[in-house]
């Protein structure tokens, strides 16, 4: 009987051991699914990201490609024209005209800002763009700056019933913002440069 009841103790042990160990198995296997569950969604959510981020900077390159094109048409002119107007102020014909790249556009890199996938762009190739970004908004504010003048100029004239033909036959807005132009130039030159640095780390993405 003691010996009945000595394997009928070593049979349930057995099965609790068992179960025991069942039971473990499959809570490791739910834990592990989950974990890998979680690890496929991460790698799923990162590389959308990543597709995002490097979508957003190829919109970024061609809106600075663009900006490009434009500011070293602009500035061809507008440094053919200072350097004349330099020369001889009184000199410039009435078609000579002084054209800030005000056209330029930021809408690419505001929406890189605003989405939050900037947080995912490489820090160095960030200060680049930043920089860049930086100087356009400069640039143009000295150009709205410079077309308030041009206005301000003729109205005042309107306003006064002044020979207008007169005022420009002297070039007197050449005359009195040449060294605004010479400034807006000189921005020119450091945005065009800012733009082939930002276009060549742009390039190696």
Known sequence: ???????ARQR?????????A???????????????????SEWQESRQIEERTQAALGIVRTELAQNLRL?????ENN????ERLAENPSGLDQDANFLPALQTSDAAWETLRTTGLA?????????QL????SLMDVYRRSGYSLVDANLQVLATATATERDMEAINDANLFARNFIGHFQLIVNVEAALIDAHVRVLESLGSI
């Open 1 to 7: 009987m003691n010996d009945q009841n000595q394997g």
């Open 12 to 20: 349930a042990a057995i099965m609790s051991s068992k179960t025991v």
């Open 22 to 40: 069942r039971v473990a198995l499959e809570v490791f296997s739910i834990v592990l699914g989950v974990l890998v569950a979680l690890a496929v």
């Open 71 to 75: 500011l070293e048409i602009v500035h």
């Open 79 to 82: 440094v053919a024209l200072t």
């Open 119 to 127: 947080g995912y762009v490489d820090l160095d190739l960030m200060v």
């Open 130 to 133: 930043s920089e860049a970004y």
